[in-house]
């Protein structure tokens, strides 16, 4: 199944588009289009959402198509064909 | 005073006191007592404004006090140590105010040999203080008056005879009792309150200060080993390590927009369609050179930029922060960043907050679209949203007061609304006086919250929008926002009053007092706090700042949000139909107060409440107000 990731700033970065379609297996979660992206681009993605000494994903929100979720309790929240996921930069501060 | 037994360090242990009017000066040891119950920084600074002011003066007349003042932490390696505080009654909101810098005033101020200064009375002739290495030096400064800030440093550093000394100084705006003048710290903004204004009103054009004294901590090993932990932690977080360092607060521009919250067209809307071409993005591929950071602070926020376009070529500037592009530009409804960058920096030479005068012009704006002032009244300016080549004469007419139009917006945007009149009112984006800054009222109902009963108005620092907008509690809804919101309006005064710079707050907080802020007052100062009186002492310079609004008049009528904020809906965009209703807010502040322990009534903090956090005289003296 595929869907369309959304990303900017330092995602977008490390991805190198701000728009990219990603095949995942049929009954994909969260949780694995954040595993391919880990595989995909390693230490460099990893570095923009894991805090690197608990090694847990900093709190951030995703949107799947225009529905907000959180990185603290959504992970595991299906996805389904055609969806277009954003993640929102973690950013504290401003 | 106890100041010969004083026994904490981070501190100097001395403040410096002038009395402008007569141009005499003395130092005033801290007390164990004041360090213990209100640590430094804000809290330090309420408490003595509280004593030596008497309500209802004009904060712009000889009877108000300028502070300036640090905390324990300033001086020290722990991160982002590097804050100086202002602090006085504000001319914007007639209510206790405090205003913090980062760059590298406050470590000096204490490198030269105080915490902090206190400004009384009012000085006949424009003068300037130095302070070199413990040495007080009243000076004249009519040859500075009229001078752009940066312009005023410079002459300062010939003067002084080197540049490495640090200087606060005011613009023309402050001069001219501007009502949000700003005061410049180096390329950092004493920013909101207006406090330059307070400042010039005592004809104080700057203040320089420079030193080698050291600031002892009492056990070197023991806050290394706490220190090395601590910047691990700044390395290892993705908001301190990678994305501060890359794009800096302009990084919410994306961020905000693609939620749909991000102030448009003076808040017609919250989503803006070229947003991309104001985000960090496009600002870090255009003008940032090189990034710069404060002292002692390994997240580098800062972000130097140089403007080459035609029009206003050759502009150098600190920035422009995400406020900035907020205010400057979408409120203003355009989206050119390099006028974005050089109206900033107009603002700081002219010594305007940045966020007051892209509002107000905004505001302005929305006048005009709805014909509610006359061709006369703008001088012939035709005020559309979007006209990006009217930023830059605008803040002009408003830094200098030139014009019915600058002198009426230079009194801030509350103040504009009731002369202009004509239900203007309905769209003045304030609270108590102070304009909102780029953070959504509407799309966040707990940080709605904090706007209504922030004792600054409408601050995004007394709550914050990071617990929501980044999912660490449920954004869309307003069951527990009560506590929510008290409690990180407890973090965010303990670290006012440290000083530490909010920005880093995954590491210090960021929904609560965290140990870790407890570990850098001990490591720093030899205090013995426990999270649970490190809570308590926040909680207490609360509910002394409350008691400071309650003698000026605030309750619970007064914590409220923009008409517009609670009336009209988000019109597009992800966060399309959210709103906060009256009846939302006063569900919340029920909750809120009932957390604190205040007067559901009229938000008044109870007896017991001011007496439980010790706070007793301070119980007596509201008996007169309830
Ligand atoms: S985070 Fe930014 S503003 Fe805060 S101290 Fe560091 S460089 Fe300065």
């Known amino acids: 199944m595929q869907v369309t990731l959304k990303s900017f700033a330092n995602i977008k970065d490390v991805i190198g588009q701000s728009t990219k379609c990603i095949e995942l297996a049929p009954g994909a979660k969260l949780s694995d289009l954040f595993t391919y992206l880990n595989r995909e681009y390693g230490e460099k993605f990893n570095r923009q959402v894991t805090d690197q000494i608990s090694g847990k994903l900093v709190p951030f929100l995703i949107l799947i198509n225009e529905k907000t979720f959180r990185s603290t309790t959504d992970m595991e929240t299906l996805l389904n064909e055609g969806d277009t996921v954003t993640i929102m930069i973690p950013f504290d501060g401003g | ?626």
């Open chain 2, 1 to 626: 005073m106890d100041g010969n037994n004083f026994i904490y360090k981070g501190y100097i242990g001395k403040m410096l006191r002038i009395n402008l009017t007569n141009g005499s000066w003395s130092d005033v040891p801290l007390t164990n007592e004041l360090a213990e119950k209100y640590i430094g920084g804000a809290g330090m600074a309420a408490r003595i404004l509280y004593d030596e002011l008497k309500p209802g003066i004009d904060p712009l007349s000889p009877d108000n006090k300028v502070i300036f003042l640090t905390g324990p932490v300033e001086g020290t390696m722990i991160p982002t140590s590097c804050r100086i505080g202002c602090y006085a009654k504000s001319p914007l909101t007639n209510s206790f105010f405090h205003s913090s810098a980062g760059g590298h005033f406050g470590p000096e101020l204490k490198f030269a040999g105080y915490d902090g200064i206190i400004f009384e009375g009012r000085s006949k002739k424009p003068v300037y203080l130095f302070i070199d290495n413990g040495l007080v030096e009243l000076r004249d400064a009519a040859h500075l008056w009229g001078l752009d800030s940066n312009t005023t440093q410079h002459r300062m550093f010939e003067e002084l005879g080197s540049d490495e000394i640090q200087i606060a100084s005011i613009g023309p705006a402050g001069e001219k009792l501007v009502r949000f003048a700003c005061i410049i710290c180096g390329s950092r903004a004493l920013g909101r309150g207006g406090l330059g204004a307070v400042l010039g009103s005592k004809n104080v054009k700057a203040v320089a200060v420079r030193g080698h004294h050291s600031v002892d901590v009492p056990d070197i090993r023991k806050i290394k080993m706490f220190l090395e932990d601590l910047y691990a932690r700044f390395s290892a977080n993705p908001s301190t390590a990678e994305i501060l360092p890359r794009y800096g607060t302009p990084v919410l521009v994306n961020a905000n927009n693609t939620l749909g919250l991000f102030g448009y067209h003076n808040w017609q809307d919250e989503y803006n369609p070229e947003s991309e071409r104001l985000s960090g993005e496009t600002m870090r591929k255009k003008i940032v050179k090189r990034d710069k950071s404060c002292y002692a602070c390994p997240a580098r926020c800062g972000k130097f930029s140089i403007v080459e376009s035609v029009s206003v070529e050759g502009c150098c500037v600190e920035g422009p922060e995400y406020e900035d592009i907020f205010s400057l530009g979408s409120m203003c409804g355009h989206s050119d960043i390099e006028i974005v960058a050089a109206a900033e920096r107009l603002c700081d030479d002219i010594g305007l907050d940045a966020i007051e005068a892209g509002v107000a012009i905004a505001f302005a704006m929305e006048c005009y679209q709805r014909k509610l002032l006359t061709d006369k009244q703008t001088d012939g300016m035709q005020l559309d949203f979007g006209r990006s080549d009217l930023i830059i004469p605008m803040i002009k007419k408003i830094g200098m007061r030139e014009g019915y139009l600058g002198d009426v917006l230079a009194e801030g945007v509350k103040r504009a609304s009731e002369k202009i009149g004509k239900g203007s009112g309905q769209f003045a984006m304030q609270n108590k006086g102070l304009t909102y800054p780029g953070h959504s009222a509407r799309g966040m109902p707990g940080f709605a919250l904090g706007y209504a009963t922030g004792p600054r108005g409408a601050s995004h620092h007394d709550g914050r929008p990071t617990g929501e907008r980044t999912g660490l509690v449920q954004r869309d809804t307003i069951e527990g926002k009560g506590e929510y919101t008290a409690r990180i309006n407890h973090l965010n005064i303990l670290t006012d009053s440290m000083i530490v710079c909010h920005l880093p707050e995954a590491i210090w907080g960021p929904l609560d007092i965290t140990d870790t802020l407890v570990r850098c007052i001990n490591t720093t100062t030899g205090m013995d706090l426990n999270l649970e009186n490190a809570r308590l002492t926040a909680e207490r310079i609360w509910n002394l700042i409350r008691a400071f609004g309650v003698r000026e008049g605030y309750r619970r009528e007064h914590d409220t949000l923009a008409p517009r904020f609670m009336e009209e809906p988000i019109k597009t965009g992800p966060s399309k139909d959210m709103v906060i209703s009256r009846e939302m807010l006063d569900y919340m502040l029920d909750q809120y107060y009932e957390f604190r322990g205040w007067d559901k009534k009229t938000g008044i903090p109870t007896r017991e409440k001011l007496q439980e956090l010790g706070l007793t005289d301070i119980a007596d003296d509201l008996d007169a107000y309830r």
